[in-house]
């Protein structure tokens, strides 16, 4: 049901909106909650995608979506994608903001469990 629901936003918005990045978002949320992180990637993903298409490939919208794409990548034991995202989440927050900025220090955080592996 809520895929449908979300096929229908995409067919009233036309395309990629921040609405239904939102919702991606909560849906990804509560999936990896329930430790479903299969479907939980399939929403993140999706999220993910769509704010590519929506912002600079720089943004930080851009890099929180690929922080829960290799922190669940993590919980999947997908390593070597893991450390990928969360390094290129890592990377931009930093150039955004800075290093000891609180959005740099949890993808610093995730990308370090998942290289302790």
Do not use: N, W
């Amino acid at each position: 049901m809520l895929k449908q629901s979300i096929d229908k936003a995409k067919k009233i918005f036309q395309g990629p909106h921040d609405q239904i990045v939102s919702t991606l978002f909560s849906m990804g949320k509560v999936l990896s909650d329930l430790k479903r992180h299969e479907e939980a990637l399939d929403c993140y993903i999706q999220a993910y995608e769509m704010r590519q298409k929506l912002y600079p490939q720089d943004h930080v919208q851009v890099a929180e979506s690929m922080k829960y794409v290799g922190i669940v990548l993590y919980h999947l034991k997908r390593l070597p994608e893991a450390k990928g995202y969360l390094k290129q989440s890592f990377e931009i927050f930093t150039k955004q903001y800075s290093s000891d900025h609180p959005e740099s220090q949890k993808a610093l955080g995730a990308l370090l469990i998942t290289l302790k592996k």
